[in-house]
């Protein structure tokens, strides 16, 4: 179902931002801008990405941006970024989910991977991602530099729009939720 969310305009990403260079260990191997990171065939970064339900077992799922550099339009999962230089990744999850949509949640840390996707000639994901499952009913506040759009999804909705229309999400997405759903059902509420 589509929600008409309240917004807000605020800038809280930005290319010169300093972020964390690991090696496929996840340990740090050195600092560079996100424009850096991104540019080109992309360098090696720490990201997050979360997933946040609701009491009815919805996923809330954001299209993101269209001033955003890479995969704008694109739906994806409730809200995806990055640590930067030093900060922990946990807190960094929590800043970033109140920064794109003014959410508070309890995040459980469900695991992390390395992938690599580059969108059309404009960059590359190149992230070792750490993945959360976080639960809230807080109203969606929808930052607009960030968020074009919302929506709380069912499983089974979700899965038969991405059958039937696989390239309306990003890259990570898909292989995050093939991952929830097939090896950490346990931890996601109705999943079908």
Known sequence: MSNTPQKKSQIVSFEDEPLM??????QVTGVLDK????DGDGRLHRAFSLFIFNANGELLMQKRAQGKRLWPGFWSNSCC?????G???DAAAERRLWEELSQRAEL????KFEYK??????????????VYVGRSNDEPVVNQEEVEEIRWISAAELNAEMAASPGAFTPWFKLEWRALTQHHAALLPSVS
């Open 81 to 85: 970024s990055h640590p930067r230089n």
């Open 108 to 111: 459980s840390f469900v695991y």
């Open 21 to 26: 260079l690991v090696d496929s260990d996840d």
């Open 117 to 130: 996707a580059s969108y059309e000639d404009r960059g590359t994901e190149h992230e070792l991602c750490w």
């Open 87 to 89: 900060e922990d990744t």
């Open 35 to 38: 424009a850096g990171c991104h």
